[in-house]
């Protein structure tokens, strides 16, 4: 069983950075692949990033470029840079854990990208 708690999130101006923080409990975390994904009103959740036990990353295009994903196993804890925002990336950020067909989430985290 794991454990996630998003934090990081705010209001932030168009053009904007924010730091997404993601905290993991209950063991194992360097053997799981780490994943945030986004929720808008009126829209299914998206995955933007993810990141494998070993390191490896890939993202949306929608967010290539501009957010950056990475982990940091002794904290356990996933990170999600985010830079150059734009008001579409206005959403509930989740955290996400999976391995070998179990899969967990976070509660999220509002970010809102306005002036």
């Known amino acids: 069983q794991v454990q996630l708690v998003e934090s990081g999130g705010g209001l932030v101006p168009p053009g904007g950075s924010l730091r997404l923080s993601c905290a993991a409990s209950g063991g194992g975390f360097s053997l799981y692949t780490m994943g945030w994904y986004r929720q808008a009103p009126g829209r299914q959740r998206e995955v933007l990033a993810t990141?494998?036990?070993?390191?490896?990353?890939n993202y949306v295009d929608s967010v290539k470029g501009r957010f950056t994903i990475s982990r940091g196993n002794a904290k356990n804890t996933v990170y999600l840079e985010m830079n150059s925002v734009k008001p579409e990336d206005t959403a509930v950020y989740y955290c996400n854990a999976g391995r070998l067909g179990s899969v967990y989430w976070g509660q999220g985290t509002q970010v809102t990208v306005a002036s």
């Open positions: 990141i494998t036990s070993g390191g490896s990353t």
